[in-house]
Structure formats: C-alpha cells, structure tokens
C-alpha cells in the first residue's frame, strides 16, 4: 500500500497531532506522518513529534516581515519534504489566499464548532452564550475563508446544565482526536474527496439514529 506523505502544522503542543501521529502508527492506515511543522521554535509538539521519530522543522513567523514570505518559506519545507497532504493541528497562523489555493484539495483542518456555527475563536463560550443544547466539532478542508470550507466530518456532544467552557471543551478534545484521524483515513484512502467545492464519498452510511440532547 502506497501511504501518502503528509505534514502537521503547528504552534503549540498539538493535542490533535498526538492523535493523528497514533494513528498513523497502524499499518493500514493510509497516510505516515512525515513532517511536523510549526511557525514557533520552541513549540512543545516538536519534541513530541521527535520522540515520535518524526521529522521536524520550524519557520519562525517573527522572522519575516510579512504573510506572504512567511508563507513562502513555509510551501518550500513542505515541497523539500516531498508532502502530499498537509493537516493543520492548531497552528495559529491566517495563511494567505496563495498559499490556501496551491494546496487547495490537500488541506484539512479540525475547528472546535459544528461548522457553519461559531467560525473563529472563543468557541465552547460562545456556544454557551448562545445556548445550543449540541455542540461539537468539524473537519473541513481549507479555503481562503477563515473556517468555511467544505465539511469533510462532524462530531456531537450534548451541552448540558452546569457545563462550563472547560468541561465542554474536555468532551469535545476525546471527539476530536477520534474524528481527525478518522477524516484523513477516509481521504488518504481515496473513500471522501473534494470536487467542484464539495466533498464526495464513495459510499454513503446508515442514517439511522439521532444525538438527542436533553435525551427524550
């Protein structure tokens, strides 16, 4: 089985990376971690990944002086490594459109929402605020828009009475590192795919059984 290539973009510890790295380690699974990639040095996820016995590598984003550059350094140590598909695991950089639309297809990332609700940040309190009895999270490939690409999956849990941001977002990471892995399976084995700006799988799946939240 050919695996593809793909790097892991970061900037700090990279819960979701762990995850993905652990996946990885199957044999069957479609894709081996290459590279780790992070815009910050001292990102604690490099060191995890080198303990992995992952390639490793840095571009500081303080180091140039605009996006643009930035961006570029960080395309030629991917194409230096010979990637193929690129997962963004908390990397906290807006990249810009050039760079989004020559990986266009072979970018995905995981936001803590169900997407199209609560694109950006504060997340877990914002769907508090707003009183959503589901809440969850999402992989989707990435556009040029912040958080609006195609949604490649979802996962849901139940908010409930007395939850706090911290006890939302606890039960919201487990789903994350179980769907992240599961997305890129799906795409690195051909079975989901993007075409003509959404994602197409290769079969469908049963759609019985609902999240109801508060339970009937």
């Known amino acids: 089985m050919s695996r593809r290539r793909v790097a892991i973009l970061i900037s700090g510890r990279g819960s979701n990376m762990g995850a993905l790295i652990e996946a990885a380690r199957s044999p069957d699974f479609p894709a081996e971690i290459a ?12 060191e995890v990944a080198r303990e992995a016995g992952i390639a490793t590598a840095s571009v500081d984003h303080k180091s140039h002086p605009d996006r643009e550059s930035f961006d570029a350094a960080l395309d030629a140590v991917l194409r230096e490594h010979a990637i193929a598909f690129v997962c963004l695991a908390g990397f906290m950089r807006v ?10 297809g072979r970018m995905i990332n995981i936001h803590p929402s169900l997407l199209p609700l609560f694109r950006g940040i504060h997340t877990h309190r ?10 969850g999270c999402t992989v989707h490939f990435v556009v040029p828009e912040l958080d ?22 606890a039960r919201i990471i487990v789903q994350e590192h179980r769907l992240y892995p599961a997305a890129l399976r799906m795409i690195c084995a051909g079975d989901a795919w993007l075409e003509d700006g959404r994602v197409v799988f290769r079969e469908g799946w049963d759609a019985g059984g609902a999240l109801l939240s508060p339970p009937a």
């Open 95 to 104: 990249l810009t459109d050039g760079f989004v639309e020559r990986w266009q």
């Open 35 to 46: 590279l780790v990639l992070a815009n910050r040095p001292d990102a604690a996820g490099l």
């Open 148 to 169: 609006a690409g195609p949604i490649v999956a979802q996962a849901a849990v139940p908010v409930v009475p007395g939850d706090t941001e911290e006890s939302l977002a």
């Open 126 to 135: 914002r769907a508090l605020e707003e009183g959503v009895r589901v809440h």
